[in-house]
């Protein structure tokens, strides 16, 4: 079946500028993640979503950091006046059920954001 | 504070030869672990997992993973490496719904 997809797979901006990553979970996943891999930090968790509600969201680096997600699917994570420091690849993961700790995350390939 | 640490940051090895690479985990109780493997320009696929039980997990690939909790270890293992098994190898710790990543292991294969 499908796989988690995300897109764009490359982004090219400007300091300053706003942008928006998206993420498709499997369909019926329940929970949906978004986690960030940098050189000098490698993977962080960003925020974690239990349907459309993120009761996390303790990893977004600043306010410019903003996520949503719409009928229990699709997820957009929102960057506001990008900074360089925000260069990385951008992952989203999904897992079946509740979110607890047993579940497998299924990662998507990732949003390579490069900000100039 | 849980965490998980990986030593290793690079390791070579030659096709055809065994490989292990090393995870140590922090943690209280009973963890759960994972390996997962990054190839460039990919996602992180699942090579196994451990909740519970037996202690020695096979994975995809000809991966097998052996759980020590008198070593907080939990070491990925293949008997011998494939050209294709080039790639970044993370442990990850579950202690609740989000993921703790080792620092990941870059594995190269000498032809």
């Known amino acids: 079946g499908a796989g988690v997809s995300q897109s764009p797979s490359n982004k090219v901006t400007e300091k300053g500028k706003d942008v928006e990553l998206r993420c498709d979970p499997i369909s019926g996943h329940t929970a949906l993640y978004w986690y960030r891999q940098s050189l000098g930090q490698g993977l962080e968790f960003l925020i974690y979503f239990q349907g459309n509600s993120a009761p996390d969201k303790s990893g977004l680096p600043s306010d410019r950091f903003s996520a949503e997600r719409t009928g229990g699917s699709v997820s957009t994570l929102t960057i506001q006046r990008t900074q360089q420091e925000d260069s990385a690849v951008y992952l989203c993961a999904s897992s079946l059920s509740s979110g607890g700790y047993t579940d497998t995350q299924y990662f998507g390939p990732g949003t390579r954001l490069t900000v100039l | ?111």
């Open chain 2, 1 to 111: 504070a849980q965490s998980v640490t990986q030593p290793d940051i690079h390791i070579t090895v030659s096709e055809g030869a065994s490989l292990e690479l090393r995870c140590n985990y922090s943690y209280g109780a009973t963890p759960y672990l994972f390996w997962y493997v990054q190839s460039p320009g990919q996602g992180l696929q699942l090579l196994l997992k451990y909740f519970s039980g037996d202690t020695l997990v096979q994975g995809i690939k000809g991966f097998e993973a052996e759980f020590k909790r008198s070593q907080s270890s939990f070491n990925l293992r293949k008997p011998s490496v494939h050209w294709s098994d080039a790639a970044e190898y993370f442990c990850v710790f579950s202690g609740t719904y989000k993921y703790i990543f080792g620092t990941g292991t870059r594995l190269k294969v000498l032809a």
